[in-house]
């Protein structure tokens, strides 16, 4: 379909393992945003691109998380050294220009497990 | 800083009933605001937006929401509820420069009872 693609659905890890998220987002989108989403709660931001510069990650609780969008479509979300406090639904979405206004696209996101 | 406060964290209704999700907001600058509506296992759809001008806005699926300034509220109606209904709403803010994030409320889940 033509919506926002995330990759893999779930993923299951081992507490210290690393892990990364795809996001496809909606061609020629040109902002990106990840979403961290605990169980029972509203997402939470964590980092925006607006085509490969990632102008905000101020939402990104530790250096052990690292996003990239290097050519400005596709973005990875990296986990460094995984914590049992990392489980969470990780959400992207895309918007087609920059601004508060701009309707944001969600894809289904990632749950992501950690043992 | 923006926050957002919605007040239910759960909400039963039998269907075909009205329903009201109510939602505050907190902003020290003008806000965009919004609806979106989460399905089982899956991402958020939007419901509705308002922007400016007239303070009712309509959206998807018969839903409405009133912005209401001087209460810094957005709250979120329906007049006739169907089991399809059923899933978590979220209200969210988001600030009007160029690259603002969306900042969402706890969510209300919205039970339907045939």
């Known amino acids: 379909g033509a919506g926002v693609s995330q990759s893999p659905r779930y993923k299951v890890a081992k507490r210290g393992q690393d892990v990364a998220l795809r996001c496809d987002p909606i061609s020629g989108h040109v902002s990106l945003f990840w979403y961290q989403q605990a169980l029972g709660q509203g997402p939470e931001f964590l980092t925006y691109f607006q085509n490969e510069a990632q102008l905000d990650k101020s939402g990104l609780p530790s250096d052990r998380f690292f996003a990239e969008r290097p050519e400005g479509s596709v973005s990875t979300l990296k986990i460094q050294r995984t914590q049992q406090e990392d489980s969470a639904v990780y959400l992207c979405a895309s918007s087609p220009n920059t601004g508060g206004a701009q309707p944001q696209h969600f894809g289904d996101g990632t749950r992501l497990s950690i043992l | 800083a923006q926050s957002v406060t919605q007040l239910d964290s759960q909400v039963p209704v039998f269907e075909e009933a009205p329903v009201e999700l109510r939602c505050n907001y907190s902003?020290?600058?003008?806000?965009?605001l919004f609806w979106y509506v989460q399905y089982p296992n899956q991402g958020l759809q939007l419901l509705l937006k308002?922007?400016?001008?007239?303070?009712l806005v309509k959206g998807i699926n018969g839903f409405e929401a009133e912005f209401n300034k001087s209460q810094t509220s957005f709250h979120l109606r329906k007049p006739s509820v169907h089991i399809s209904d059923t899933a978590e709403y979220f209200c969210a803010v988001s600030g009007h420069s160029s690259a603002s994030k969306i900042i969402f409320g706890s969510g209300t889940r919205l039970s339907i009872r045939p």
């Open positions: 308002y922007l400016s001008g007239s303070t």
């Open positions: 902003s020290s600058v003008s806000v965009y």
